[in-house]
T-cell receptor, first 113, second 108 residues
Framework: DVKVTQSSRYLVKRTGEKVFLECVQDMDHENMFWYRQDPGLGLRLIYFSYDVKMKEKGDIPEGYSVSREKKERFSLILESASTNQTSMYLC????????????FGEGSRLTVL | EDKVVQSPLSLVVHEGDTVTLNCSYE??????LLWYKQEKKAPTFLFMLTSSGIEKKSGRLSSILDKKELFSILNITATQTGDSAVYLCAVELGDMRFGAGTRLTVKP
């Protein structure tokens, strides 16, 4: 069965802390994505990656960075967390030629105090 | 700027009703339109539409795309309480752009 696993379901951090959100998929997918989901705004793309060590900015990359050292793992990094980064973060993956059929993880709810 | 707009934002119906959810888009480099269902956590894939006028169907759910008028609809017939969810529309460009979603509540 297809699986995308986000390591942290709930996090509470303080302003200025560095935050790592990890995502692992076991489907050998080429594409991986990080979205944030906020009420009324839907899912907004932060970064995506179509291959190891490759990354592309999405709509809202400011304040975030990503790392993809291995095909199965895509990490989202908040270098210095701010309160406006309080959100639900969703990781997703897909095959290269079926980009739109995303498989999502269960989400990481981050609260920045 | 690429836009995906869903309407209504929320909808409350009773079991047995039929609902129609709307998704319109203004994007460059359109490749496909997708519908997802999000109950509590992870959105799950429902349909992918690439061609105009061809209905995709899965049980009580169906969807169709109009590439000339730039919209899609998702129909749910004989709704059940288990259909209560947020329904997300997304358009595939070089990446994926999502609408804000429609929150459907089905009351017994």
């Amino acid at each position: 069965d297809v699986k995308v696993t986000q390591s942290s379901r709930y996090l509470v951090k303080r302003t200025g802390e560095k935050v790592f959100l990890e995502c692992v998929q076991d489907m050998d997918h080429e594409n991986m994505f990080w979205y944030r989901q906020d009420p009324g705004l839907g899912l907004r793309l932060i970064y995506f990656s179509y291959d190891v060590k490759m990354k592309e900015k999405g709509d809202i990359p400011e304040g975030y960075s990503v790392s993809r050292e291995k095909k199965e793992r895509f990490s989202l990094i908040l270098e210095s967390a701010s309160t406006n980064q309080t959100s639900m973060y969703l990781c997703a993956s897909s095959f290269y030629y079926r980009l739109g059929e995303l498989f999502f993880g269960e989400g990481s709810r981050l609260t920045v105090l | 700027e690429d836009k995906v707009v869903q309407s209504p934002l929320s909808l409350v119906v009773h079991e047995g009703d039929t609902v129609t959810l709307n998704c319109s888009y203004e994007v460059t480099n359109f490749r496909s339109l997708l519908w997802y269902k999000q109950e509590k956590k992870a959105p799950t894939f429902l349909f992918m539409l690439t061609s105009s006028g061809i209905e995709k169907k899965s049980g009580r759910l169906s969807s169709i795309l109009d590439k000339k008028e730039l919209f899609s609809i998702l129909n749910i017939t004989a709704t059940q309480t288990g259909d209560s969810a947020v329904y997300l529309c997304a358009v595939e460009l070089g990446d994926m752009r999502f609408g804000a979603g429609t929150r459907l509540t089905v009351k017994p």
